[in-house]
C-alpha cells in the first residue's frame, strides 16, 4: 500500500522531505518546462492535453470508421455518446434542422471537455487538461463565434442591434439596457463559460492533492495514532474522485448546453 500511496501523492503534488506536511499551491498548474518545440516551452499539462486529444480521436475515429446495423459493445458506447450530444442537447435546443447545422461543433466542444476533464482523476497523469486556462479560453472563444456567426447568418447585422436593444423597452431606460446587454452578451459569457470549466478542475485537483498528500504524510511519515486519519483522508481521496468523474461529465455537459442555448438565442425569431 505504502508505494501505490506514495507514487499516487508524489505524481499529484510534490511531497516535502523535511517531515513536515506541505498542502498544495497554484505551483501545480505551472510545472517545470520538459523541453521546447520550435521555441514553444511544453510542460506536462500541454502533454496530458495532446493525449486527451490524441484518445478522443482515436476512440470516436474506431468507434464510427466500420459501423455494423448491429452494433458491438464499442460501437454502441460510442453512438450513445453521440446520439446524447445529437438528441439530448443540440435537437431538444435549437431543433432539427438548426441541431444538425451546428451538431460538429458541440459535438467537438462535448468530447473535448469530457476527455481533458476526466484526465484528472487518471494514474500517473492526475491533472485535468482544462486546469490551465488556454483550453476553457479557446473552448470560450469557440462558443463566442459560433453564436455571433449564427446570429450575423441568421438576421444579418441587425443582430447586434436587436441583441443590444429590445423592443419595448421604454427608450430613457435604451442606454441602460445597451450597457447591460453589451456586457452581460458580448463580454461576460465567454468570460463565464471560461471561469466557471477552469475553476471547477483546479479546485477539484487541489482536493486530490490535498487529501492524497494528507494521506500518504499520515500514514507514512507521522505513523503512530495519526494513520487513524489517514484512514479519513484516503475515504474523503475515494470520495472526491467518483466526485470527480461526475464533475468532468457535468461541465462537458453543461458547456456544450451553454453553447447551444446562446446559439439559440441568437438565431431566435426575436433577434
Same mark, same amino acid.
Given at each position: ?54 484518445? @478522443? @480521436?482515436?476512440?470516436?475515429?474506431? =468507434? ?64 485535468? =487538461? ?10 470560450? @472563444? ?94 474523503? =481521496? ?10 468532468? @461529465? ?22
Amino acid at each position: 500500500m505504502e508505494p501505490a500511496l506514495f507514487n499516487l501523492a508524489a505524481t499529484l503534488t510534490p511531497l516535502a522531505s523535511d517531515g513536515e506536511f506541505h498542502g498544495p499551491s497554484i505551483d501545480e498548474f505551472f510545472p517545470e518546462i520538459l523541453f521546447s518545440v520550435a521555441g514553444i516551452p511544453v510542460h506536462r499539462i500541454h502533454l496530458v492535453q495532446l493525449l486527451s486529444v490524441i484518445a @478522443v @480521436v482515436l476512440i470516436l475515429w474506431l =468507434g464510427t470508421r466500420r459501423m455494423k446495423v448491429v452494433p458491438g459493445r464499442f460501437q454502441s458506447l460510442v453512438e450513445m455518446g453521440l446520439g446524447f450530444v445529437r438528441g439530448g442537447i443540440a435537437h431538444d435546443l435549437l431543433g432539427r434542422k438548426d441541431g444538425d447545422r451546428f451538431l460538429p461543433i458541440l459535438t467537438t466542444i462535448f468530447f473535448m471537455v469530457l476527455f481533458m476533464n476526466i484526465t484528472g482523476i487518471i494514474p500517473f497523469l492526475n491533472i485535468a =487538461g482544462t486546469s490551465i486556462a488556454a483550453v476553457p479560453l479557446l473552448l470560450a @472563444v469557440v462558443s463566442y463565434v459560433t453564436f455571433i456567426y449564427a446570429g450575423i447568418r441568421r438576421h444579418g447585422f441587425r443582430f447586434f442591434k436587436n441583441a443590444l436593444l429590445p423592443q419595448g423597452v421604454p427608450g430613457f431606460a435604451l442606454p441602460i439596457v445597451a450597457l447591460i446587454e453589451l456586457v452581460s452578451t458580448f463580454v461576460l459569457r465567454p468570460v463565464t463559460l471560461m471561469l466557471r470549466l477552469l475553476m471547477n478542475m483546479v479546485v477539484g485537483h487541489m482536493l486530490l492533492v490535498l487529501c492524497f498528500a494528507a494521506t500518504q504524510f499520515f500514514f507514512f511519515t507521522a505513523g503512530g495514532g495519526w494513520a487513524a486519519l489517514g484512514v479519513g483522508t484516503l475515504a474523503f =481521496g475515494g470520495a472526491f474522485t467518483l466526485f470527480e468523474i461526475l464533475v468532468a @461529465v457535468l461541465q462537458a455537459y453543461v458547456f456544450t448546453v451553454l453553447t447551444a442555448v446562446y446559439i439559440q438565442l441568437a438565431v431566435a425569431e426575436e433577434h
